[in-house]
Nanobody
Framework: QVQLVESGGGLVQAGASLTLSCAAS????????MGWFRQVPENEREFVAA????????YYGDSAKGRFTISRDNAKSTMTLEIHTLKPDNAAIYYC???????????????????WGRGTQVTVTS
C-alpha cells in the first residue's frame, strides 16, 4: 500500500525559493513516473511537473517552465520540487502523485496517476 506525503510548504515571501518534498512509503520500488500537481480553490487541478521512473526525463507544465525543477531520489524514495523566485500566483496546494511501476513515462494527465498525497499548502506573500 503506497503512501505519499508532501512536506515543505508554508508561508513564503515572493521572490524566495522553496523546496517541496514527497516521501513515498509502503510500496516504494514499485513506482513509475512521479509528478506534482497544484490546485487553488474553485480551480481544476493543474499539472506542474513530472519525471520518469528513473528521474532522467522531466516534463514541465507551461506555468512551471523556467523556475521549477523536479527531481527524485529513488534510493531515498523521495521526490522534490524546487520553486525559485516564487510569485503570488504560485500559491496553491501542491500534490505529489505517482504512477504504477510499469508506467514509467511522465504525463500531464492527472487521471494517469494512481497514487496521491494529501497536499501541502504554499502561500506566497507579496
Amino acid at each position: 500500500q503506497v503512501q505519499l506525503v508532501e512536506s515543505g510548504g508554508g508561508l513564503v515571501q515572493a521572490g524566495a525559493s522553496l523546496t517541496l518534498s514527497c516521501a513515498a512509503s509502503g510500496g516504494t520500488g514499485s513506482l513509475g513516473a512521479m509528478g506534482w500537481f497544484r490546485q487553488v480553490p474553485e480551480n481544476e487541478r493543474e499539472f506542474v511537473a513530472a519525471c520518469s521512473a528513473s528521474g532522467r526525463s522531466t516534463y514541465y507544465g507551461d506555468s512551471a517552465k523556467g523556475r521549477f525543477t523536479i527531481s527524485r531520489d529513488n534510493a531515498k524514495s523521495t521526490m522534490t520540487l524546487e520553486i525559485h523566485t516564487l510569485k503570488p500566483d504560485n500559491a496553491a496546494i501542491y500534490y505529489c502523485t505517482a504512477r504504477p511501476a510499469v508506467s514509467i513515462a511522465p504525463t500531464p494527465r492527472s487521471w494517469e496517476y494512481h497514487y496521491w498525497g494529501r497536499g501541502t499548502q504554499v502561500t506566497v506573500t507579496s
